[in-house]
Antibody, heavy 125, light 110 residues
Framework: QVQLQESGPGLVKPSQTLSLTCTVSGDSVSSGNYYWSWIRQPAGKGLEWIGRISPSGSTNYDPSLKSRVTLSVDTSKNQFSLKLSSVTAADTAVYYC?????????????????WGQGTLVTVSS | QSVLTQPPSASGTPGQRVTVSCSGSSSNIGSNTVNWYQQLPGTAPKLLIFSNYQRPSGVPDRFSGSKSGTSASLAISGLQSEDEADYYCAGWDDSLKVVLFGGGTKLTVL
């Protein structure tokens, strides 16, 4: 059974960098079958895709966050990470990591399964 | 406002059939597959339907998905109290180069 678990500080000061790690068990982040993704959800609001990273390190980001986001993979620890710089209160949200299946044959078929339980990050001084 | 448009709320009584719609455009639903996620209160989202109509192992066949043109629908038959949750559609957008989520539909079982 594949499980993902987010970890990192729950409180980040404005203008600083938010750093989260997702630890994967039951699968390998270096396997070529999946991408590894981050999604966030502000309180009482909907889901927002942040970006994805492949086992080879190629990335896709939401354009609105691209200038502030860095994703990385640590195969030795079977983890992948998110860094979001210059945070503001608008970045306060529950952050989820997820395994993403991506199939690109004429059309794009992509889905997230499973998801981590999520971690709340609050941006406040 | 989300690019994928869902009604903010839906409701039904136990045993009823309810549907949740998701409207998009030619660059997302019209070109690619649609997925549905169920988010029970206080929990992480869970994959409910992938590739328009496929159910992951363990998802009851009361849940079904369909797609036509630039719209998709999630149908829940034999509604149960435990189906009370938020439901999100999602898919890739070729123009924006992002995964899009609908704004979510809060389903209430009366």
């Amino acid at each position: 059974q594949v499980q993902l678990q987010e970890s990192g500080p729950g409180l980040v000061k404005p203008s600083q960098t938010l750093s989260l790690t997702c630890t994967v068990s039951g699968d390998s982040v270096s396997s070529g079958n999946y991408y590894w993704s981050w999604i966030r959800q502000p309180a009482g609001k909907g889901l927002e895709w942040i970006g994805r990273i492949s086992p080879s390190g190629s990335t896709n980001y939401d354009p609105s966050l691209k200038s502030r986001v860095t994703l990385s993979v640590d195969t030795s620890k079977n983890q992948f990470s998110l860094k979001l710089s210059s945070v503001t209160a608008a970045d306060t949200a529950v952050y989820y990591c997820a395994r993403e299946t991506v199939i690109l044959i004429k059309i794009a078929a992509t889905w997230f399964d499973p998801w981590g339980q999520g971690t709340l990050v609050t941006v406040s001084s | 406002q989300s690019v994928l448009t869902q009604p903010p709320s839906a409701s039904g009584t136990p045993g009823q059939r309810v549907t949740v719609s998701c409207s998009g455009s030619s660059s997302n639903i019209g070109s690619n597959t649609v997925n549905w996620y169920q988010q029970l209160p206080g929990t992480a989202p869970k994959l409910l339907i992938f590739s328009n109509y496929q159910r992951p192992s363990g998802v009851p066949d009361r849940f079904s998905g369909s797609k036509s043109g630039t719209s998709a629908s999630l149908a829940i038959s034999g509604l149960q109290s435990e189906d009370e949750a938020d439901y999100y559609c999602a898919g890739w957008d070729d123009s924006l180069k992002v995964v899009l989520f609908g704004g979510g539909t809060k389903l209430t079982v009366l």
